[in-house]
T-cell receptor, first 113, second 111 residues
């Protein structure tokens, strides 16, 4: 029973490029969350999705960032025109329902050079 | 005021002692409370959750919740060097599953 799968584990992008981060939730989990963690800082909520729906995107920057969770396939966090300040660890988590704790994926470490 | 507050530490305890980690939260509507452990360079791992006032025990871990004081704590008995990690307090409001995390407390267990 695979856990939450994130890929890639490490991603290096030059300024101005696009970054695509993928997340497949645990089997049976329909709730997906994306968090960003900067060095020495806590986890910051970005977006909460269910299949084909964005439930809460209050933590997403207004520009350049978008997320989706299509009917088929993984959830995607997309960052367009990356800047150095986007360098961080991006964690995806999933849960079975609204009362469960999260199961986190191993994260994607994004480095913008 | 931060939604979830924790002392970032480090909190140092000798091996075999009780480690006490504390957390306060600001939203009185909060109903679900979680403790996650995060080793350096790794992803957070859920270790405890609590919904009701009082204590909840699981092995060497005890979570304590006091909603009147908006306070939640985690006790680790017989601390081991392998417990050295950052402990994240997390809170969600009602049945809505957006979880807010504290900055985490770094625990060091000294052999």
């Amino acid at each position: 029973n695979a856990g939450v799968m994130q890929n890639p584990r490490h991603l290096v992008r030059r300024r101005g490029q696009e970054a695509r981060l993928r997340c497949s939730p645990m089997k049976g989990h329909s709730h997906v969350y994306w968090y960003r963690q900067l060095p020495e800082e806590g986890l910051k909520f970005m977006v909460y999705l269910q299949k084909e729906n964005i439930i809460d995107e209050s933590g997403m920057p207004k520009e350049r960032f978008s997320a989706e969770f299509p009917k088929e396939g993984p959830s995607i966090l997309r960052i367009q025109q990356v800047v150095r300040g986007d360098s961080a660890a991006y964690f995806c988590a999933s849960s079975r329902d609204s009362l469960d704790g999260y199961t986190f994926g191993s994260g994607t470490r994004l480095t913008v050079v | 005021q931060k939604e979830v507050e924790q002392n970032s530490g480090p909190l140092s305890v000798p091996e075999g002692a009780i480690a006490s980690l504390n957390c306060t939260y600001s939203d009185r509507g909060s109903q679900s409370f979680f403790w996650y452990r995060q080793y350096s360079g790794k992803s957070p791992e859920l270790i405890m959750f609590i919904y009701s006032n009082g204590d909840k025990e699981d092995g060497r871990f005890t979570a304590q919740l006091n909603k009147a004081s908006q306070y939640v704590s985690l006790l680790i008995r017989d601390s081991q060097p392998s417990d050295s990690a950052t402990y994240l307090c997390a809170v969600s409001v009602g049945g809505y599953q957006k979880v807010t995390f504290g900055i985490g407390t770094k625990l060091q267990v000294i052999p």
